[in-house]
């Protein structure tokens, strides 16, 4: 049974932070607000949290497409090619913000995401998915959670995601209701930005 973690947008308690942290540590799965959606996420570093995150999204863990949640852009040479400075501007006027962006995977990405040529990288612009990772040390490799019901498409009360997925992750951080709109996803990896999603963010940045 998943524990529920009450946290606050404008003062996250650093006390149940450390608690959300160390569960992501030992390989802990997550569900955790961001600027858009409810999110589900582990620790980058962890393969055998990768792979349960993978299983329940059906697919095979080389082949999955997360985002990685980072805190802000000072990582993204860690997993990202150098990318030119226009890309960058771009980057800077979007995030934070309901934005993911497709980028050139480098060499130092995880093993299991050693195959992959692109990465989908999220700041959001929220005050909690920001501690988290800050608290963590390294991006969270995160899934947007959808409901089975194409109308509402995604869940937005914490409370009813915990009777969902309690059997299937340690913690959900209760921040309050939650968006129902995902991000807008742009590929920045050709010639041209290309849109991928119409989502929350605007598409003029």
Not at 43 to 51: F, M
Request: hydrophobic fraction near 40%; aromatic fraction near 6%; proline fraction near 5%.
């Amino acid at each position: 049974m998943a524990q529920l973690i009450k946290l606050y947008e404008d003062n996250p308690n650093p006390k149940e932070v450390k608690k959300v942290v160390d569960v992501l540590k030992s390989g802990g799965l997550v569900i955790y607000p961001s600027d858009t959606v409810y999110a589900l996420g582990c620790d980058i570093t962890h393969k055998g949290a990768l792979e349960r995150i993978a299983k329940i999204k059906g697919v095979k863990l080389e082949k999955a497409n997360f985002s990685f949640i980072c805190e802000d852009l000072s990582n993204l040479s860690d997993y990202v090619k150098q990318i030119d400075s226009s890309t960058f501007k771009l980057l800077k006027r979007a995030l934070p913000g309901p934005y993911t962006f497709i980028l050139p995977g480098n060499n130092n990405l995880p093993s299991v995401f050693k195959k992959k040529k692109e990465v989908g990288i999220r700041v959001p612009d929220n005050a909690i998915a920001q501690a988290i990772v800050r608290a963590l040390g390294n991006p969270i490799v995160s899934m947007s959670i959808k409901d089975e019901d194409e109308v509402i498409e995604y869940t937005t009360d914490p409370e009813l995601i915990l009777e969902k997925w309690s059997h299937l992750v340690e913690i959900v951080v209760d921040g309050g209701y939650g968006g129902n709109i995902a991000s807008t996803v742009i590929d920045l990896t050709g010639d041209v930005p290309q849109l991928i999603r119409a989502g929350k963010g605007s598409l003029e940045i």
